[in-house]
Each structure stands twice: as C-alpha cells, then as structure tokens.
C-alpha cells in the first residue's frame, strides 16, 4: 500500500449528504455518455475519487487495476502504475477501448457460448434504441455488481442456450437468482468487446450454496436485468488482472499470476441473431438509400451505353458487337451488386445517422 494512502472503518456518518454502503464508486470525470446533449453538463461530476488521489499526489496517474482471484483466495487493488508481476509469465495485455463516459462502458459485439466460433450477435429491442444498435449492446464494467446483468429481453433465451450445451436442464429463476443443480458441464461464456473475446469459465459464474457445501444446490452469477443494458460485473473480472486507464480511455485484460486463463483473443462480430422477447420494427434500409443508389446505376449503365456506341460509330474495325455486349453487360451487374449490398448500407447510415456508439472494427 502506499505509505500515504489509508484504509480506516468508517463508524459514523456526520455531515456526509448520503449514507455509506461500503462501496467505493470509481466512475470516472467525463459525462454520461448516453445522455443528450443539453444534460450532459448536467451529468458531469468530481474530481472522482481516481483524480482526487492524483490530484492530491498520492498516485501518479488516474489508473486502478484489479487482480481478482476465485472465492476463498485473496484479490488485490492498486491505484496508480499497474503492477507487471502481478501478470503471469506468458500472458500479454489485451485492451478494449471504452467510451469516453462516466462509466467505464464499451458495447458488447455479441456472445458465445461453449467456443467462440458459437456465437450470436444481440436482437434489438423496442424503444431501445440508444443502448441497443446494429447487434450490439452498451455495457458498464462494474466490480460492485456480484454478478453479470443481462437484459431480461434476452435472458430467458440466453439461458436456454447455455444448458442446450449441457446434459442437465434442472434450474430456477427466482427473485432474479439461477438456481441450478451443480452440473458439471457448463460451458465457458464468451463475450465480444473492441474484437476481443473476454472469458467467463464455469467457476466465475457458478457458485455452490448449498449449506454443507456439497454441491447439491448452486446459483449461477448470472441476473436479468430490468434496462436495455448489459453489466459486466465482478465474474467478468475473475482471473484476470484488468487496468482502468482513464486518460487512454481503455481497460486491459491479463491473465493474473495464479489464472489459468488466456490472453484475450481476437474475433468478429457474429452473424447469428438472439432475437428478444419485445423486437423493434424491422423496416429494413430506407427508400431514400435505394433511390440514390439505383440512380448512380442507370447513371452508369447510361455511359456505358453510350461509351460503346461511340466506339462502335467512330471504329472501323470494331468486330464481335455481341461479345462486347455482353462484357458490357457482365460490368454493369457486378457494379450493380456492389452498388446494392456494399454501398447502400453506407448511404443508409449517411442519411440516418450512425448509433451513438459506432459499430466496433478489428
């Protein structure tokens, strides 16, 4: 510990505006990233307790990084430098950017269950918008939270992903608690941030509560969440040693000195679709992309057109009319195809604007 950082109990609460929970909150000093444009001054507060520390020079820099280790094992914090012993041997720093808010957030790709090549991209959600967009969804980093949040639109579906991969299918939702029996098969989950894939394996997220700890009764950390965003909480974190940078505007990954885990690795958005329970509207690409883009065709096509008449008017020599016809022809449908399903979604996004937060790229 730093020799002029302190930890002390806390036995009264005099003069303090709300009561103290015991949590330390480590949000940052930006605005919230959702919010519109005319509360984002609003929604901006500090210093944060990471700058207060640097602004007092107690720290060197407004970074904190987690080492979390499995239950019944000792995890560590540090504010200020990362600390590189605390990252095994082999393991190499993965880092995610995250948005420039108040939380430390990023948008989830998708998620796969069992291997990362199974993998789905996330439904949208009616009236939802802002956190849910183009398969994905706005997501806090959070190790106050016990456990993964995950929009109820989705959980239910989710769930019965997971124990598709496993021989037993005994579980219960209640008071936003799985309960499950202690099956020894749950796949690892997979989660997709900025092209990586972070790891949940079934020690993070399973629990045994059973009273003589004989694995007869456990819960999963896994909770539906009543908003249209996902929290990453504490079994995100296990077995890795993460650090927030807050003037890079990112978190890396390491496995930590005692993980069996690896590095962070590379993927792409996946194709499938887990569709939730309250859909928004698909209405597909707008009229007004198709209009410009059929325009540019006939446009070219009208050239074209004209380009081998002239040639053809002014050549003496110009033989196989037909051949050339058809090479004409052949160009004019393989611009049309990039025409329609490369350029047309970029119009679309031109005259609809992108989401709030872009779609990530490797």
């Known amino acids: 510990m730093h020799p002029r950082l302190r930890v002390f109990p806390d036995y009264g609460e005099e003069g303090l505006r709300e009561p103290i929970n015991g949590v330390l909150g ?23 307790y990471l700058h207060a520390l640097k602004n007092a020079e107690i720290i060197t820099e407004a970074t904190v990084s987690f080492k979390i280790a ?7 914090i540090d504010f200020g430098p990362p600390k590189e012993d605390r990252i095994r041997k082999d393991g ?45 969804v706005y997501s806090i980093f959070d190790t106050g939270s016990s456990s993964v949040i995950i929009p109820a639109d989705y959980f239910e579906s989710y769930l019965a992903l997971i124990y598709e991969q496993m021989e037993g299918d ?51 950390l896994l ?7 996902i929290v990453m909480g504490l079994p995100a974190y296990m077995n890795y040693y993460t650090v927030h940078e807050d003037v890079n505007n990112r978190i890396g990954f390491a496995p930590h000195t005692t993980s069996d885990k690896d590095d962070l690795k590379r993927g792409k958005q996946p194709k499938r679709v887990l569709e939730s329970l309250r859909p928004a509207p698909e209405f597909g690409m707008g009229a007004a992309s198709l209009f410009i883009v059929l325009f540019i065709i006939v446009f070219f096509m009208t050239v074209w057109i004209l380009l081998v008449y002239e040639i053809s008017k002014k050549s003496d020599t110009f033989e196989r009319p037909a051949c050339f016809c058809l090479a004409g022809i052949l160009v004019i449908a393989i611009f049309a195809m990039v025409m329609l399903y490369s350029v047309r979604p970029l119009v679309d996004d031109l005259i609809n604007g992108e989401p709030k937060y872009a779609r990530s790229t490797l």
Request: net charge negative; with cysteine; glycine share 8%.
């Open 26 to 48: 480590l949000s940052r000093d930006k605005p919230y990233y959702l919010a519109d444009e005319s509360r984002k001054a609003q929604s901006t507060r500090g210093p944060s």
């Open 170 to 220: 005994e579980f219960e939702v209640a008071s936003g608690y799985v309960l499950t029996k202690c099956y020894e098969d749950f796949p690892n989950l997979y989660f997709l941030f900025d092209g990586r894939w972070l790891a949940l394996h079934p020690a993070d997220y399973l629990v045994d509560v059973s009273e003589s700890q004989d694995r007869s009764m456990c819960v999963l």
């Open 70 to 76: 499995p239950f019944g094992f000792e995890s560590e």
């Open 92 to 136: 190499e720093m993965k880092w995610i950017n995250v948005n420039d808010d108040f939380f430390w957030s990023a948008s989830c790709l998708g998620f796969a269950i069992g291997t990362q090549s199974n993998g789905w991209q996330w439904g949208s959600i009616v009236d939802a918008e802002k956190t849910v967009s183009y398969g994905q």
């Open 223 to 229: 909770s539906p969440g009543s908003q249209s965003f």
